[in-house]
């Protein structure tokens, strides 16, 4: 691993302004998406999970990541993606928040990116029919389009309680 490899796993900075924040950028499906890069503990290859019966599609099982049993949620199939294909490229986004641990499967990561409150767009209100409590924006970062997720509302929400429910007791 190298120094670049390193700093791409911990925030550019550690103070902000206030207006501005630094993302983890990563592909689901054919869309690039961003989460805050404060969120995340690490980056991990995927591996075999232990499943548990009765819990949704979406959450693949759990994972004993250095003695602490970790929630594993497929966001593909949280977002209601086709054609999902296990690869190489297939990773875990383990992300910490709100005193959980939660890994979260993804077709790849990009990169860390500076967005300043500028680039960052409300969701538009095209479909009044479609959740997007989950999604902080839209921001143009250079010539990519991002949707950008609020994670840990994603995760602390009534259908994701189940987690806790059914794997973490």
């Given amino acids: 691993m190298t120094e670049s490899d390193i700093t791409l796993l911990v925030p550019l900075s550690d103070e902000l302004p206030s207006d501005s924040g630094e ?11 961003g989460i805050e890069i404060l969120k995340v503990q ?56 709100s005193g959980r641990i939660v890994g979260v499967v993804v077709d790849g990561v990009s990169d860390v990116i500076a967005l300043n409150q500028a680039q960052i767009e409300p969701m538009p209100s095209l479909v009044t029919g479609i959740d997007t409590q989950y999604i902080i924006g839209l921001a143009t970062y250079e010539e990519r389009m991002l949707i950008l997720v609020a994670i840990e509302q994603l995760m602390t929400s009534q259908e994701m309680a189940l987690i806790e429910q059914s794997v973490i007791k």
Wanted: aromatic residues 14%; negative net charge.
């Fill in 23 to 33: 993302y983890l950028t990563f592909l689901l499906g054919h869309e690039e998406y």
């Fill in 42 to 97: 690490e980056i991990r290859g995927y591996d075999a999970v232990t499943q548990i019966p009765n819990t949704p599609t979406f959450i693949k099982g759990v994972v004993n990541l250095r003695g602490k049993i970790v929630p594993i949620v497929d966001l593909r199939i949280k977002f209601n993606l086709e054609n999902i294909e296990y690869t190489e490229f297939t990773v875990v986004i383990v992300l910490s928040f």
